[in-house]
C-alpha cells in the first residue's frame, strides 16, 4: 500500500471515530435530557452499536495505520508531535474503556425501565454523569490529536 493511500484511510478513520463519538454524545445527551425513558433506550442501543460498528473498528485501526506511517517514514517514536500523539491517544482510550462499559450498563438499565414503564433508577444518573465527564479528557485528547496530526511539520514540532 502506497504511503499517500495509507494517509488517506488514515485521515478518514480519524474523521470516522471523531464524527461517531461527538455524533454519538450529542444523541445520547439530548435523549437523556428528553425525560423520555422509551426514547433513551432506544438511543442508548443505538449508541452502544455504533461504538461496536464504527469506533472499534477505527481505534484499533488508528494507531496501526499511525505507527505504519512512521516506519515508512523512518521517523522515530520519540519525535515529538508522535510521542505527544501517542501519549493523547492513550490518555483517550482510557477514559473510552470506562465508557464503553458504563453505556452497554446504561442500555441495560434503560431497557428495562422502559420495558416495564417506569423510571431510571439512580445509578442510571450516575453512571450518566461518569460518562459525560469521562467524555471530556477523551474529546480533548483527540482534539489534540488532529492538532498534532495537522500541525506536525508547524515550528516547534520535528519531523
Avoid at 464504527?54 to 484499533?60: C, G, H, K, M, R
Avoid at 453512571?127 to 485528547?141: E, T, Y
Wanted: hydrophobic share 60%.
Amino acid at each position: 500500500m502506497s504511503y499517500t493511500t495509507l494517509k488517506t484511510l488514515h485521515i478518514l478513520s480519524m474523521v470516522l471515530l471523531f464524527g461517531t463519538g461527538l455524533g454519538s454524545a450529542f444523541y445520547k445527551w439530548m435523549a437523556d435530557h428528553s425525560g423520555n425513558v422509551a426514547h433513551m433506550a432506544i438511543t442508548n442501543r443505538h449508541v452502544v452499536l455504533a461504538d461496536w460498528i464504527f469506533t472499534t473498528p477505527t481505534v484499533i485501526f488508528q494507531p496501526l495505520s499511525g505507527l505504519w506511517m512512521v516506519h515508512l517514514l523512518g521517523l522515530p517514536l520519540a519525535t515529538p508531535w508522535i510521542a505527544a500523539s501517542l501519549a493523547l491517544y492513550a490518555l483517550a482510550g482510557a477514559c473510552w474503556l470506562p465508557v464503553v462499559l458504563l453505556q452497554i450498563r446504561m442500555r441495560g438499565l434503560a431497557a428495562e425501565a422502559a420495558a416495564r414503564g417506569g423510571a431510571l433508577p439512580p445509578a442510571y444518573w450516575r453512571m450518566a454523569r461518569w460518562w459525560f465527564w469521562l467524555g471530556v479528557p477523551a474529546f480533548s485528547a483527540m482534539v489534540g490529536v488532529v492538532a498534532l496530526m495537522v500541525g506536525k511539520h508547524a515550528p516547534g514540532f520535528a519531523s
